[in-house]
């Protein structure tokens, strides 16, 4: 007996939304288990700690390939392919981490993770997004960015339950098994029709990139102040809790829980908030309350103050991430919208990833809360003036053109091609 049509269609939205989630969430996992365990691996290589947070600055700068090579594909011949291959190359990298013998090849191994975890989420973001009815864009945006508070905890646990016995090489294993999870979810995702009605040939592909690099360029600039604030507020983090208020593994590991949770709950809060008063006005009101924060996260005396300042802090920066996914999709022309939203966010990431650096040379001659305090200050500050100076175009139509596009810079519409000589879809 058939199945309903609507019925099916609400069954590919949900695998959709879950693909990307899961996808985002086993590569935060993957990313944050190195975040946990810098001190371990730098004893155990008989590196310094800024050398072990150089890895991490590594990973960072690499995922502009794979938002590339991975966004241009996924454009061209759909998402969800792409996904599945983000998913496995990432995986086999992180396992290889675990066995690197040595810094060097350690090295290398978060150089080749950082291509894969580069491609996953412009491509999973612009799966989720054009697959579900606009009115939910910013509930799923706040959704599907928060699998990476998501993946935090995992970590968290992980650094909890496993650390403590066998050491840091286990923790780089354990990702690989729910991938295969993911990879089950993907394949049933059928490729949606905004992709279908968009694709076109290489010749007009370029042309819509030539026309939109404005747009692109204000999207580079936005999202490197974004990474600024979240990489800023979260990589060093446990190492600050460790090596300056001297708490345990299971202590770091409860604080960083409790500010994912912070996250979860600000991602999802201000997606909702988002479709109310507007994608700016939500992201804007997240980075200035994070400002007062402050305090708490890093000079509470007491080790429940720090825990509450930390979910402050990560549910007002992660509340404004939570606008993201929406928000870059929506101002992306749609022959670009796998490889606009990946491109630009990991130049982004490109351009913000020697905080954790920065953060781990200045906490080494100076005190971690003083250094990671002002940045935050200071980014907090600047990205709330970037996002106010930017376009918006909030309720788009992915199947039709812009409308009721907001304060719009000279340059910054998204400028649509006729899909000339799009090939029929193939079937999924």
Not at 96 to 120: D, E, H, Q, V
Not at 246 to 264: C, D, P, Y
Not at 277 to 283: D, I, N, S, T
Not at 341 to 363: H, K, M, R, T
């Amino acid at each position: 007996m058939p199945t309903n049509p609507p019925e099916n269609q609400r069954a590919n939205q949900r695998n959709a939304v879950l693909s990307g989630f899961l996808g985002w969430t086993l590569d935060a996992f993957d990313f944050f288990v190195l975040i946990f365990v810098v001190s371990a691996i730098a004893r155990d290589f008989g590196r310094s700690i800024p050398a072990i947070a150089l890895t991490i600055t590594a990973s960072l700068a690499m995922r502009p390939v794979g938002a590339f090579v991975f966004g241009i594909l996924a454009d061209r011949y759909g998402r969800r392919y792409l996904l599945m291959a983000n998913i496995i190359f990432y995986s086999l990298m992180e396992i290889l981490s675990g066995l690197a013998p040595n810094y060097k090849i350690f090295f290398i191994c978060r150089l080749l993770y950082g291509i894969g975890m580069g491609g996953t989420w412009g491509v999973g973001a612009s799966l989720a997004m054009e697959s579900v009815p606009g009115k939910w864009r910013g509930l799923v945006s706040g959704l599907l960015q928060e699998g990476y508070a998501t993946g935090n905890i995992l970590a968290a646990i992980c650094y909890y339950t496993v650390f403590p016995h066998w050491g840091w090489r286990p923790m780089f294993f354990i990702g690989g098994i729910p991938a295969l999870i993911t990879l089950l979810i993907c394949s049933r995702v059928k490729e949606s029709e905004a992709w279908h009605a968009s694709r076109t040939d290489w010749g007009t592909y370029r042309a819509a990139i030539s026309k939109n690099w404005q747009l692109f360029c204000y999207l580079v600039v936005l999202m490197a102040m974004m990474n600024f604030m979240s990489h800023g507020t979260q990589d060093m983090y446990p190492t600050f809790l460790q090596r300056q208020r001297h708490f345990s593994v299971n202590q770091t590991a409860l604080v960083t829980v409790i500010s994912m949770i912070g996250a979860i709950c600000g991602g999802i809060t201000f997606g909702l908030f988002s479709e109310k008063l507007g994608r700016r006005k939500a992201m804007i009101t997240a980075a200035i309350l994070g400002i007062l924060t402050i305090p708490l996260w890093v000079f509470a005396p007491s080790l429940r103050l720090i825990m509450l300042g930390a979910f402050a802090m990560q549910f007002m920066v992660q509340g404004a991430w939570g606008v993201i996914p929406a928000h870059i999709t929506e101002l992306s022309p749609g022959q670009l919208r796998a490889f606009f939203p990946g491109f630009a966010y990991q130049l982004g990431v490109l351009i913000a990833s020697s905080v954790g650096y920065v953060e781990a040379v200045l906490g080494e001659h100076f005190r971690y809360a003083t250094s990671m305090g002002i940045l935050a200050a200071t980014v907090l500050l600047v990205g709330a003036i970037v996002i106010f100076l930017g376009p918006e175009a909030k309720g788009v139509s992915f199947a039709g053109g812009v409308q009721d596009f907001d304060h719009p810079l000279p340059g910054m519409e998204p400028q649509l091609l006729p899909a000339k000589n799009a090939p029929m879809a193939t079937s999924d």
